[in-house]
């Protein structure tokens, strides 16, 4: 289960992005769906991960994960400059980016296998266990809501 590729620069979690699961499902008509609202062409809408060598649309170029790469830095929580006036734009962005500060304390506090664990629980359904991303207001498995505990603290 462990795998670091899902662990984000950022603190985000890969593995509730609905583009790693649809690559990880082969979800075509997911993948379609996607390639077609981003714009990209349909053999390059696959997602590993973060770290990982095949990325999707806006996180090929993530400026993120290249300042990290260029400082040495594995989170940015263990920069210098953390957190930098990017990062806080970065996070103010999107609903799903509301944890960061908190997954990357909690990386720095208990390290990065120990947080994965609990987010890959924090966003399974608690009925079926599959895993929703951060707008999945019910499971897109079984119908449960929320869809997650993200869901749960956040949009209910
Ligand atoms: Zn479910």
């Not at 077609?36 to 993120?64: A, H, M, Q, T, W």
């Not at 400082?71 to 210098?80: A, L």
Request: net charge positive; charged share 30%; glycine share 6%.
């Amino acid at each position: 289960m462990l795998n670091k590729e899902l662990a984000s620069v950022c603190g985000l979690f890969c593995a509730s992005c609905g583009v790693f699961y649809a690559t990880q499902e082969k979800d075509f008509i997911k993948l379609q769906e996607i390639a077609k609202k981003l714009d990209i062409p349909f053999d390059k809408v696959n997602c590993y991960g973060c770290r990982s060598n095949e990325k999707i649309g806006s996180c090929v170029n993530c400026f993120i994960a290249k300042c990290a790469e260029e400082k040495g830095v594995e989170f940015c929580i263990d920069c210098d400059t953390y957190p930098c006036g990017e990062l806080k734009e970065f996070q103010k962005k999107m609903p799903h980016r509301k944890n960061m500060w908190k997954s990357l304390a909690r990386i720095k506090e208990v390290g990065w296998e120990k947080w994965f664990v609990e987010m890959f629980d924090y966003y399974t359904c608690q009925k079926c266990n599959t895993m929703n991303g951060a707008y999945n207001i019910e499971c897109r498995k079984c119908g449960n809501s929320p869809g997650n505990d993200f869901v749960k603290e956040n949009m209910l």
